[in-house]
């Protein structure tokens, strides 16, 4: 009888230890525990998912066979138990570069299923972007490979979406959207305000997003998710963090990182503080010829002594002397959960650059000597406060809501003075921007769900404009780049509904109305106008109907057509302002928004779970396009401005604009160790006269063989951007002799022709360029772990497509992350 009694006894505690038996699950590159795995046994009878701690319970498996273990970012794993055990109950998982069933928010606002949305949208998690090691968000969005970056001087980055960029691209911050009106037809640096190292992640959507984000989201949207709060499972007290120390020799970087989570049951609080200098840049020096050496390298600086300017040799040619700038970023974000379905989130964001030099500025010549002896920006400040309330018990009205209340206040300036000058001119903006988005998600069964909501934005625009006499510190009042008090106000309701037409068809239309107003008082003191202030109002009226088809498990072919639209603002109807050299921009009371209409094709299939390839072409007409065009000025078509004869033009409405494309990607996991991933993207338009159009990029995209080898990772990977010949580069560009190299033959038969038959008379073209680049990352442990690179091992020298700066040459990157 007691031996009876042991033996059951006995049983019931192995039984209970087999019931309570877990398993933890890490990244085998880094060692990472990793939350939200799926697991599932073959018979698909029972599943379990692991915690943010990579802990899974097996307690409804301990009698299967063979599990299924599911992770978006990384390889599919199939093992038996008893294997399991073996390991000591510890699994491995290697990263994938196919990306399986992603969700995205951006679409909707909401959080989707990728298989159910009709557009082209690309992921960067917070794990890509710590293994890219961006400088800047600019950077990040450039190493995807598929969105292209521009910068005029190193502290920029402006992004071009299939062919449009600047205020023609929408940037979106946790939902609130950035763009200002002041956001300009020309370049802008305003995403490096974004800091990649505070981002859980990113998104981008490409193509028309005017649905759900209104105005400026023509070319696409960047939709940028800060960090999230770690609550506790439990009621203890959650404290969790990163750092981050890095450096790189091509500008000499010194950046420094830390973020910390603290969370209790009911209120967190994230913290997140990024401070980085850079010096001057440092140019390759291969690739370009003796002839054209000229074009990149920066022969002469200019120094001041004794209160007089001096054009002396730069000591190094390949040094980008004066590019250098330092930025500060801050982020804090409060939560507080009221119950199980409502919370409040207060957040901070800050962001504030040193003065910025424009290089492309200081690089123009007159008369073979450099044309300004100082241009910069000011600070480059952007702050702002958001509060948002959620609420996802459902009712009659909702299943989901969130409003978002938000502030933003932002200040950018110019400085410039030419050489020998002593008047050093000054001219400031200031913009505070009011706006309020609610959005609503109401499903109503499982094939039947809508998207709705509201948003309204009131903005005041502030411009001011001094100069004074470095010699004699007078100073003088001088014309605003904007007029000075300018408001600009939106309001919008939008709705999306999507159908799930049965297992392989998903339905999604949309529509949207759009109110803008515009007032912009002009002053006589400085400009004689023809009128005193220029008022606008309209309506825009925006949709979108899109098909996804998934004829198999692993394959998604999309159908999607959307407009878009830009309203104008404040740039567009009221600045003056010196575009380039010898030309000048007025304002226009004449203009209307600018419609895009937009037909893609899309499809992405996955083979045997190894491989992916995606692909797709797309078609947009912009009619009503807003194109800075030769203008007359009360009947004049050239004018005094800065004391020089200058070409009047104006943004104005001429006509259309056809942009076209086509990308192609194609993803593997070769082995469990051995990744590779290439993309590449063409992109074409021209104007309604048949002139190439500015924000058409050329040819570009990336090539990367990724090798794991436990805590050792490495990326060997190619960067490379494709020529844009003479007859290819738009009017815009032509004349800016000192970014572009010049091909002799094509000048010489374009002096052959009458005058009114030549086209970029200079011969001006942007080369085609190659970079390899080598990455090691370490993992010492799940904690700590070192990333070195080699970029641009073969030193090359060249600029990418409409930028002022050229690249960084031979460079080495080393950085040190930590986690807690």
Do not use: C
Request: charged share 20%; no cysteine.
């Amino acid at each position: 009888m007691k031996r009876s009694i042991l033996l059951f006894l006995t049983s019931v505690m192995v039984f209970s230890q087999l019931q309570a038996q877990t398993l933890k699950v890490a990244d085998k590159s880094t060692g990472k525990p990793i939350a939200n795995v799926s697991v599932i046994n073959f018979s698909e009878t029972k599943t379990s998912l692991s915690s943010k701690h990579g802990v899974v319970d097996l307690s409804d498996f301990i009698k299967s066979d063979t599990l299924v273990f599911y992770h978006t970012a990384f390889q599919t794993i199939i093992i038996s138990v008893p294997e399991l055990k073996e390991a000591n109950y510890k699994l491995e998982m290697f990263p994938s570069v196919i990306h399986l069933k992603e969700t995205v928010v951006s679409a909707s606002r909401w959080e989707q299923k990728k298989e159910e949305v009709p557009m082209h949208i690309v992921n960067i998690s917070n794990r890509e972007i710590q293994l890219m090691e961006p400088q800047t968000a600019a950077d990040m969005l450039g190493g995807t490979g598929q969105v292209f970056i521009q910068k005029s001087q190193m502290g920029g980055g402006s992004p071009m979406l299939r062919g449009f960029a600047s205020n023609k691209v929408l940037i979106v911050v946790d939902g609130i959207r950035m763009n200002n009106p002041i956001y300009r037809h020309g370049n802008l640096q305003n995403v490096i305000s974004v800091d990649p190292n505070s981002l859980a992640g990113s998104e981008v959507i490409f193509g028309p997003g005017s649905v759900i984000y209104g105005s400026d989201a023509i070319g696409g949207v960047m939709d940028f998710h800060t960090l999230k709060h770690q609550f506790p499972e439990d009621d203890t007290l959650n404290f969790s963090g990163n750092a981050m120390v890095r450096y790189n020799s091509g500008n000499q970087e010194k950046s420094g990182h830390f973020d910390i989570n603290i969370a209790g049951e009911k209120w967190s609080s994230i913290t997140s503080i990024t401070a980085s200098d850079f010096s001057d840049l440092q140019m390759g020096k291969n690739g370009v010829s003796s002839d054209n050496l000229d074009q990149f390298t920066k022969n002469d600086v200019v120094l001041r002594y004794d209160d007089k300017d001096s054009v002396v040799p730069n000591y190094d040619p390949y040094l980008a002397r004066f590019s250098g700038y330092s930025q500060l970023i801050i982020l804090q974000k409060l939560e507080y959960k009221i119950n199980e379905n409502k919370s409040l989130e207060y957040a901070f964001h800050y962001s504030s650059t040193s003065n910025v030099p424009r290089y492309d500025r200081l690089i123009e010549t007159k008369s073979g000597l450099p044309k300004y002896a100082q241009w910069y920006y000011g600070p480059q400040e952007w702050m702002m406060h958001a509060l948002k309330y959620e609420d996802h018990k459902a009712n009659a009205m909702y299943d989901e809501m969130k409003v978002q209340l938000a502030y933003q206040d932002y200040t950018e300036s110019r400085h410039d003075r030419k050489l020998y000058a002593d008047i050093l001119r000054h001219r400031t903006e200031n913009v505070q921007m009011l706006s309020l988005n609610a959005d609503f998600f109401k499903s109503f069964d499982a094939k039947n769900a809508l998207f709705y909501g509201f948003e309204g934005t009131m903005s005041k625009v502030y411009s001011y404009g001094h100069q004074e006499n470095i010699i004699t510190d007078e100073e003088d009042m001088v014309a605003p780049r904007y007029p000075d008090n300018s408001d600009y106000s939106t309001a919008a309701l939008y709705a999306m509904y999507r159908h799930l037409l049965n297992a392989k068809f998903t339905m999604n239309a949309g529509v949207r109305m759009n109110a803008v107003y515009a007032f912009a008082p002009f002053s006589s003191t400085f400009y004689d106008f023809p009128y005193h202030k220029i008022e606008m109002t309209g309506l825009a009226p925006n949709a979108l109907a899109g098909l996804v088809y998934n004829p198999s498990k692993t394959w998604q072919m999309n159908l999607n057509f959307s407009t878009g639209y830009r309203a104008p603002n404040i740039d567009d109807i009221g600045k003056v302002f010196d575009s380039e050299p010898g030309a000048v921009v007025v304002p226009n009371e004449n203009l209307q928004p600018e419609y895009a209409y937009n037909l893609d094709f899309s499809t992405s299939k996955t083979i045997e779970d190894m491989i992916r390839i995606d692909a797709g072409a797309f078609y947009t007409v912009l009619t009503n396009a807003m194109i800075r065009d030769d203008y007359q000025f009360d009947g004049r078509d050239s004018i005094m401005y800065d004391g020089e004869m200058s070409a009047v033009q104006a943004i104005q409405n001429v006509g259309r604009v056809d942009v076209y494309g086509a990308f192609a990607g194609i993803y593997a996991d070769l082995y469990r160790n051995i990744s590779f991933k290439s993309q590449i993207n063409y992109t074409a338009g021209a104007d309604q006269d048949g002139n190439p159009y500015r924000h058409v990029p050329p040819l570009f995209g990336q090539t990367h063989l990724l090798l794991n080898f436990g805590n050792v990772k490495i990326d060997a990977y190619a960067v490379y951007n494709g020529e844009i010949s003479p007859d290819k580069l738009s009017p815009e560009e032509h004349g800016k002799t000192h970014m572009y190299l010049s091909k002799a033959d094509y000048a010489a038969e374009q002096a052959a022709l009458p005058e009114s038959e030549r086209f970029n008379e200079e011969g001006l073209y942007s080369p085609a360029w190659m970079t390899l680049n080598l990455k090691l990352n370490y993992a010492m442990n799940e904690n700590l772990y070192i990333s070195v690179a080699g970029e641009n091992l073969t030193d090359q020298l060249y600029r990418t497509y409409s930028s002022g700066i050229p690249a960084m040459g031979r460079r080495v990157m080393l950085s040190l992350r930590a986690s807690f």
